[in-house]
């Protein structure tokens, strides 16, 4: 079945520091990928998305490529900042209509 | 704009106890989605409906149960609540159609604690 398989938290980086966030996925055919933001005490927000092989989705200085060869979306930003700090997740959705999260990955930003 | 609106979004409730959490769309969304989230779990889909009047199981249906009123409305049902229904809910909806790269909208979420 479909799966979104991402790096586990938290990760602890100074402001203006350059952020990785790794994610793969498992799925048969051309799912769209997503990449959505948690603040505390909300719900869940897009932060981007792309829903084709090589299509790069980018906001607010994040960024992620969909690599249909290595299975993978990853998020990443140049210079993070303390607002910055929230849970990331990763997810997948395909012709099912279900949308796959990952587990989600944590980060602090210090100032 | 209102978006995805649930309620109540605090409960505690004893072991044994029934409760109805409310959710609703004003974006005339087809589908919509139960969710809850757990320390270390991420989000684990409980109950989807892709359309009014139908509904269908995801990864963790037990000990619960879903009705899609209308088009607008998607209630989650805990028939007798268990400890280790103790969780955060998320309601969501998004609009269906060819391409599967639409975005999905959540609520705020409601914290349950089952004692």
């Known amino acids: 079945g479909n799966s979104v398989t991402q790096m586990e938290g938290p990760v602890t980086l100074s402001e203006e520091a350059f952020l990785t966030i790794n994610c793969t996925y498992t799925?048969?055919?051309?799912?769209?990928l997503f990449w959505y933001v948690q603040y505390p005490g909300e719900g869940l927000q897009l932060l981007l998305k792309?829903?084709?092989?090589?299509d790069k989705g980018s906001n607010k200085g994040f960024e992620a490529t969909y690599r249909k060869e290595t299975t993978s979306f990853h998020l990443e930003k140049g210079s993070v900042q303390v607002s910055d700090s929230a849970v990331y997740f990763c997810?997948?959705?395909?012709?099912?209509?279900?949308?796959?999260f990952g587990k989600g990955t944590r980060l602090h930003i210090l100032p | 704009n209102a978006g995805v609106t649930q309620t109540p979004k605090f409960q505690v409730l004893k072991t044994g106890q029934s409760m109805t959490l409310q959710c609703a769309q004003d974006?005339?969304?087809?589908?919509m989605y139960w969710y809850r989230q757990d320390p270390g779990m991420g989000l684990r889909l409980i109950y989807y409906s892709a359309s009014e009047g139908t509904t269908d199981k995801g990864e963790v249906p037990n000990g619960y149960n879903v009705s899609r009123l209308n088009k607008r409305e998607f209630s989650l049902r805990l028939e007798s609540a268990a400890p280790s229904q103790t969780s955060v809910y998320f309601c969501?909806?998004?609009?269906?159609?060819?391409?599967?790269?639409?975005?999905?909208?959540f609520g705020e979420g409601s914290w349950l604690t089952v004692v």
């Open positions: 799925a048969t055919g051309y799912p769209s």
């Open positions: 997810a997948l959705s395909h012709r099912d209509d279900k949308i796959i």
């Open positions: 974006m005339n969304h087809n589908s």
């Open positions: 969501a909806s998004r609009k269906t159609g060819a391409s599967s790269g639409n975005t999905i909208y």
């Open positions: 792309a829903t084709k092989a090589d």
